[in-house]
């Protein structure tokens, strides 16, 4: 599993269904592009092999989840 897997896997399910599938790819990619230009110790900690330890887990999901949030609101899904 990648860094991007490992990242998108923290995804709520509910943000992942509302995305429509035409643009849910580019949407994923981009969000992972940024989650390693934005904050890159937490995307070296995604990028570690084997699962990843609670705290980055935790702090991840928060990232991750917070970021699609904002762009759930701006597009209106």
Same mark, same amino acid.
């Given at each position: ?13 509910? $943000?992942? !269904? ?10 994923? *990619?981009?969000?992972?592009? @940024? %989650? ?6 937490? $995307?070296? !900690? ?10 980055? *887990?935790?702090?991840?999901? @928060? %990232? ?14």
């Amino acid at each position: 599993m990648n860094a991007d897997e490992k990242i998108i896997a923290l995804v709520k399910p509910e $943000y992942m !269904e509302r995305i429509p599938r035409l643009v849910r790819g580019h949407a994923t *990619k981009t969000t992972c592009k @940024l %989650i390693a230009r934005e904050f890159p110790e937490a $995307y070296a !900690e995604a990028q570690k092999e084997g699962d990843l330890s609670p705290e980055a *887990k935790e702090s991840l999901s @928060l %990232i991750v989840n917070d970021i699609f949030k904002e762009r759930m609101a701006k597009h209106n899904l």
